[in-house]
C-alpha cells in the first residue's frame, strides 16, 4: 500500500537528508577514514566534533522538511507517536538487548512514508533521552541511527498481506542489527584500549581496522543486537497487521495527501448577489 506522505519530501528536503546522511556516515565511520596525523583526530577529538556537528545538520534537516512539508495533522501525530516510542523505549532497554520502540518506528515509517519515519527516529529518541537522562556526545549517533531505520522503512517496495509484515519484520531484524554495529563505531576505539586484537590502531589499513572492529562486535556487542534484531521481527510479526491497521485507518481519516479547496458559502453567494443587484 502507498504510503500517506504525512511529510512531503521536497527536492531541497532530499537533498538535506542526503547530505546529512553523508556527514552521519562520515562520523560512525571517522576511524576508518581520519588521517591519525590530521589534527581532527588528535587526543580522539573527532566523535566530539562529529557529536556537536550532527545536532545542527539534524536541525537543518528538520527545518527543512517542516517548512511547508510538515502541516498540523502531521505535527499531531509526531508528537503522539514520539511519547508512545519515548514511554516504550526505557521499558526494555538494558535487557538483553530488547528494546520496544524500533518496531513502532518501522511501522510507522511504512505507513507515513520516509520522510515522516526520518523525523520520527530523531524526535523519538530525543523525547527518550529528555525521560531518561541519557543526554550524552552519543545522542546525535542515536538519533540519526533511528532516523534512517525510519527512513529505510519508508523507502521499502510497495506489497500486501502478509507479504508486507514478512517484509517489515526482515527488515526490523536488519535493522535491529545495523543499528548496533553502527552505534559500535562512535565508542570503539576508546572502549578496549590499546595492545589487544580488537583494539582501534591509527595507521593501520582500513580492511585491518575494520577486521578487528567486526571481532570486536562478535564479542562484545553481538548478544545485545540479536536481542535487539529478534524483538523487532516478533513484535512486527506479531503486532503488525494489526498496528498497521490502526494507523492506516488515523492516516485515511487525517487525508494527508489531500489538497484544501475553498469555496464560498451560498449565504455568502446570496448575500453578494442582492447587494449587487440595482435598487
Not at 100 to 121: D, T
Not at 137 to 150: D, E, K
Amino acid at each position: 500500500m502507498t504510503p500517506a506522505s504525512a511529510v512531503r519530501l521536497r527536492p531541497r528536503s532530499v537533498l538535506a537528508i542526503a547530505v546529512v546522511s553523508v556527514a552521519g556516515l562520515l562520523a560512525f565511520g571517522w576511524p576508518l577514514i581520519i588521517d591519525p596525523g590530521s589534527g581532527i583526530a588528535h587526543g580522539g577529538d573527532a566523535p566530539f566534533v562529529f557529536a556537536l556537528l550532527l545536532p545542527l545538520l539534524l536541525a537543518v534537516v528538520l527545518a527543512e522538511i517542516s517548512e511547508g512539508g510538515l502541516d498540523v495533522k502531521a505535527v499531531a501525530m509526531l508528537g503522539v507517536l514520539s511519547a508512545v516510542g519515548a514511554v516504550l523505549r526505557p521499558l526494555g532497554a538494558g535487557s538483553a538487548g530488547v528494546e520496544l520502540v524500533f518496531f513502532l518506528l518501522v511501522l510507522a515509517g511504512r505507513v507515513f512514508g520516509a520522510g515522516f519515519g526520518f523525523v520520527l527516529g530523531a524526535t523519538t529518541l530525543f523525547a527518550s533521552a529528555l525521560i531518561t537522562g541519557g543526554v550524552g556526545p552519543w545522542l546525535p549517533y542515536q538519533m540519526l541511527g533511528a532516523a534512517w531505520v525510519g527512513l529505510g522503512a519508508g523507502l521499502l517496495p510497495r506489497v500486501t498481506g502478509r507479504a508486507e509484515v514478512a517484509m517489515l519484520a526482515a527488515y526490523g531484524a536488519l535493522a535491529g542489527l545495523a543499528y548496533g554495529w553502527l552505534l559500535n563505531f562512535s565508542f570503539w576505539p576508546f572502549a578496549v584500549g590499546t595492545g589487544t586484537g580488537l583494539s582501534f590502531v591509527p595507521g593501520d589499513p582500513a580492511t585491518a581496522n575494520l577486521h578487528r572492529f567486526v571481532l570486536f562486535s562478535i564479542a562484545t556487542s553481538l548478544g545485545w543486537d540479536l536481542g535487539r534484531a529478534i524483538t523487532n521481527a516478533v513484535l512486527i510479526a506479531v503486532t503488525g497487521r494489526a498496528v498497521l491497521g490502526a494507523l492506516r485507518r488515523a492516516a485515511h481519516k487525517a487525508a494527508f495527501d489531500a489538497t484544501p479547496e475553498f469555496s464560498r458559502a451560498p449565504e455568502a453567494s446570496a448575500m453578494v448577489e442582492t447587494r449587487d443587484e440595482p435598487s
